[in-house]
């Protein structure tokens, strides 16, 4: 194991080869022999230079050097092979490899990249960028690392989803995380061309109360799909935005966490206004809005191209806008009508919407989903929970009907009803979500005005 | 006369039927309304009118065999049928989509050869959910993929060779290094080579990298230190690994939360503590033959014409990199000069 120390470049070189084609091609016997006698060498080597402690030093610096270049070259090798069977072996062409990419979440994403050469390569492909979702990595994502990441997708960002699905707690407060203050810099952000964004959602995000927080959506003007669940006062100049920026909206989903004040028509008439003038608002969900009977039947009749209507968890509404809503919507295209856990939802006044059903009213309905896990209001104020629908006759006369009234019984758990077709996992989800502070809605509005 | 009846029944009930190959050679028929449902075959036949008998049967592109043909055609019989709900869809393509990791990836490159495009927008959801949420040990064991990443390119899968703040954060940091190359040169007549060396390594590391754990973690022990100065020593001859370097620096100083993101299992982890003992690797080739032809005599001799060379050397590489369009072309380089 010695190398040659002459300074003649050609002999050297040539020695180093045989060298080394002779460790190579070594015959296989056990690594301890080959281990033991290397030692030997090396013991032998120093000990012959045993009178110069520096020679000895330097000896074995050298040798270490030298081992640990082998070390590394061999690596390299075994990486080059491995590139060379990853691009053989792979079933998809690149293309499908960046869509299947481009459907998984940000920090999958991420780790799919630090996989192997041939995925980090795909991975650093723009269209893999097209569906941004952050919401699976909050404790992690801050702005350095959105801004980078708008950067990497440039114009083929389609749809960003920012936040995180679950409540945070107060005390977690980090400046750098995603805040408020944030999104409205990414309206002035050059790499975020908000023109091709289709789709956003805003989990939980703080500090989005200021008037400027919604400055991102001037932006947005192709927006079609809009999330955001924490939503705090003020709030209603979120509207006016999307009345004036975003005319191409079809769904709207909001939710909101603090328990907002009571939204009657004068308060409410930006929100109005937005859902009477949006040309393509095909779904709106408001859950847990204090809306009145009056705001809800506006909402319900306004718009010609409104389908799916949601407004479950609105504590104030008792269902009377439901009487007018059939009255009047004749050329309504509603279809789907959800008030579930609707605390103050009388019986009476559903019963009188499935009698007026069967009759033939309400042409365009379809599914209604009147569910509760606290029962309905009765007539004598206390809760049903097994209230008398007619629903065999329903069937009978309108079969495309589906009304769905799931009461648990408040010994059993508390389950979640079945669902539209329409609902995602993240829209159950939202619906579901409850406060930190664990005043849920029920019991802080059995204070309030009853 | 039973005959004759049969004849005149028969053109009435039979369905009309298409010839179609597979890549590995077998002719099968399939009815026509469920081979019309591949856009692809459906072209051929309008176009080419190919399929009518079995010497003009249509042949079906390469990465469609035999065993994908016959799941891609239960699925078109499924779905063809126009009566069924959505909801029946969905259970079915729920059921359908369980299949094994490998027969599912085929499945998807045959679907996309023949253009089957909610078939396609079905398996490659179906990969995306097994990719999701899994380590990238666990993607590579699924998928059978061997590593083929350095440490360091494993920790740096956010970034940007674009990025100009790294760029100058980069002419910086060489800055600041000619500084203490100058202050070595001053250093070098005093003979305690070892410790003045790892002192003034050290200094110009912890320098650069600005953070407090790593110099705890770089002064763990003289000799482990003194390889890792081999290595560097070793790195700083070859134009990339040392491009590499400062900008994981850069990296460091600009996107430590990045790295974070990144860095987050423990898998992760175990290999930046590698990544910190050996920084760099790449190019040994031509560092081993300087390493071997050179005399072994004044270590830290070499090492201050190593800084001082490998500095003449670094101002080409950034410009490649600037020029390059991503991490590839850097590769590329790495490779090129690998081979000579």
Sequence with gaps: MDSPTSPAQNPSSVHAHSIISSLLTFPDSSPLSIVSCFHRELEQALASASDDASVQERLVDRTLQLVSILLESTKRSFRKRATAHNSSSWFLPPELTVKVFSMVDTKSLMRAAACCTMFNKCAMDRFAYAHVDLTTATSQVDIKVVCNLI???????????????????????????????????????????????????????????????????????????????????????????????????????????????????????????????????????????????????????????????????????????????????????????????????????????????????????????VSNNRGLVSDDGKR??????????????????????????????????????????????????????????????EDDLG | MSESDLDIMEPETMKSYIWLQTADGSVQQVEQEVAMFCPMICQEIIHKGAGSSKNHAISLPQRVNSAMFSLILDYCRFHQVPGRSNKERKVYDEKFMRMETKRLCELTSAADSLQ???????????????????????????????????EEEKLEPLKN??????????????AKKRKELKERERLKNVEVEGH???????????????????????????????????????????????????KQQGVEETGSRMRDLLSLEDEIFTPKAGCEDGDIDDEIDPAMKEMLDREVEDFARRLNSNWAQSLGQERRPVHFSINGNNGTTRRHIGQSSGHN
């Design chain 1, 151 to 369: 950067h990497r997708a440039g114009k083929e960002l389609r749809s960003l989803k920012l936040g995180s699905l679950a409540r945070p707690y107060p005390s977690d407060f980090n400046p750098s995380l995603v805040n408020g203050p944030f999104l409205s810099t990414l309206s002035r952000n050059p790499d975020f061309i908000g023109s091709r964004l289709k789709s956003l959602g805003l989990y939980n995000i703080r500090g989005m109360d200021r008037s400027t927080s919604f400055d991102v959506l001037s932006v947005c003007s192709n927006l079609t799909d809009l999330r955001i669940v924490g939503l705090n006062d003020p709030f209603m100049h979120l509207f006016k935005i999307l009345t004036e920026k975003c005319r191409l909206i079809e769904h709207l989903c909001i939710e909101t966490s603090q328990l907002l004040s009571i939204i009657n028509t004068v308060k409410g008439s930006d929100l109005i206004k937005f859902v009477t003038n949006s040309p393509n608002l095909t779904s709106l969900r408001l859950i847990r809005f204090r809306l009145t009977d009056k705001v809800a039947r506006l909402l319900a009749q306004s718009s010609r191209t409104l389908e799916y209507l949601n407004l479950s968890r609105s504590s104030t509404i008792n269902g009377r806008f439901l009487r007018d809503v059939r009255n009047s919507c004749k050329e309504s295209p509603l279809k789907t009508l959800i008030v579930r856990n609707c605390l103050k939802l009388q019986e009476k006044e559903v019963l009188e919407l499935c009698n007026s059903i069967i009759k033939g009213n309400f042409k365009s309905i379809r599914h209604i989903d």
């Design chain 2, 161 to 174: 060779t674009m990025d100009d703040p790294r760029i100058r954060l980069l002419n910086r940091l060489y």
């Design chain 2, 116 to 150: 089957l495009k909610p078939l396609v927008d079905l398996t490659s959801s179906a990969l995306a959910r097994i990719i999701e949420g899994k380590t990238p040990e666990e993607i590579r064991d699924i998928f059978h993929l061997p590593d083929d990443l350095t």
């Design chain 1, 384 to 445: 049903s929970y097994k209230p008398k629908f007619p629903l065999e006759k329903l069937k009978e006369e309108r079969s495309d009907v589906t009304l769905v009234a799931d009461f648990p019984s408040p010994w059993s758990v508390k389950h979640y009803p079945v669902c539209h077709e329409e609902d995602d996992e993240e829209l159950r989800k939202i619906e579901m979500m409850e406060d930190d502070a664990s005043s849920s809605d029920e019991e802080s509005s």
């Design chain 2, 196 to 246: 003045v060396d790892e002192r003034s390594v050290d200094d110009l590391l912890s320098f650069i990298n600005g953070t407090d754990p790593k110099v705890a973690k770089m002064s763990k022990g003289k000799k482990k230190y003194k390889k890792k100065k081999n290595q560097k020593i070793i790195s700083s001859n070859d134009k990339e690994s040392h491009d590499l370097h400062f």
